[in-house]
């Protein structure tokens, strides 16, 4: 049975920073990409951030120089450190596994970036 645990999110002020964790089990870790994706009240789930399998990230444009993904396979875990957060970046932040038609998702962690 595959499992996406996210953790990490919470209330922070604008300009503050988290880090969001999201371990593995169920598949083999080091061959899927990985994903950050975040859904906003009312809007669309979007990605935010993916590293593959060789560890070339991709971000997009809104989160760039702000926020960083890594992963570490040993631990079966995908990191997204978010720095300079701004009021709209609030959103449930998903983690997401792909491999060819595989695709996992984890339950969510609420990120609110408010003063």
């Known amino acids: 049975q595959v499992q996406l645990v996210e953790s990490g999110g919470g209330l922070v002020q604008p300009g503050g920073s988290l880090r969001l964790s999201c371990g593995g089990s169920?598949?083999?870790?080091?061959?899927?990409?990985m994903g950050w994706y975040r859904q906003a009240p009312g809007k669309q789930r979007e990605l935010v951030a993916l590293i593959t399998n060789r560890g070339i990230t991709n971000y997009a444009d809104s989160v760039k120089g702000r926020f960083t993904i890594s992963r570490d396979n040993a631990e079966n875990t995908v990191y997204l450190q978010m720095n300079s957060l701004k009021p709209e970046d609030t959103a449930v932040y998903y983690c997401?596994?792909?491999?060819?038609?595989?695709?996992?998702w984890g339950q969510g962690t609420q990120v609110t970036v408010s003063s």
């Open positions: 997401n596994a792909a491999l060819g038609v595989a695709d996992y």
């Open positions: 169920g598949i083999i870790f080091s061959f899927y990409a």
